[in-house]
């Protein structure tokens, strides 16, 4: 398989200059990202709104 030429660049400066660069991406070891889901009652609304028509111009 070919390599991409961002890989070529990480192996050319471990290499060249002895600096692995993927292990300083890799700073803590669980995910820092928060990941929230909508709770049951939240995606009750989200539907219930979802396709409702909304009449902006009450007569």
């Known amino acids: 398989m070919t390599q991409?030429?961002?890989?070529?660049k990480r192996l050319h400066l471990k290499r060249m200059n002895g600096?692995?660069?993927e292990k300083e991406r890799q700073s803590s070891p669980f995910s820092t990202h928060e990941r929230v889901t909508k709770t049951k009652k939240?995606?009750?609304?989200?539907?219930?709104?979802?396709?409702?028509?909304?009449?902006?111009?009450?007569d």
């Open 4 to 8: 991409s030429n961002a890989k070529k």
């Open 19 to 21: 600096k692995d660069v």
């Open 42 to 58: 939240e995606s009750i609304e989200h539907n219930f709104t979802k396709y409702k028509k909304h009449n902006h111009f009450e």
